[in-house]
């Protein structure tokens, strides 16, 4: 019996961090000029894969994009859900890097004090 996972586990944010696997809520941009990883829009990361989407291609190209630019082999990150829509969410098991667009807080980080300017 496996246990059913919560979809907003990322809260305010698009990311959020399970031990060591790393939660992303995508928003799907296929059929796009080039592959990309854009800026967050929301709760979600905007991706954009060249890929058409058909029977969940897009979906299995973006897995295949994403890999190296966290280090990890395609086999490491799963969908947990929309494999064939834009809205989805993957598990990326141990990246061993991130791209630059998680080096910078969430959008949404401003809505909280920032504790800082106390150190």
Known sequence: MSQKRARNLTGDSFFA???DVLVINIL???SASK???GKPYGKQLKVSVAAAPVAGRATDHMVRFLAPLFGVTAA????VFGRM???KQLRIKA???LPPVFAKPPEQSSLFPSHDAQD
Do not use: H, T
Request: hydrophobic letters at 35%; aromatic letters at 6%; proline letters at 11%.
């Open 85 to 87: 829509n834009v809205n």
């Open 35 to 37: 592959d990309a990883i």
């Open 76 to 79: 490491d990150i799963e969908v």
């Open 17 to 19: 961090w399970e031990g």
């Open 95 to 97: 990246p061993a890097k």
């Open 28 to 30: 799907g941009k296929p």
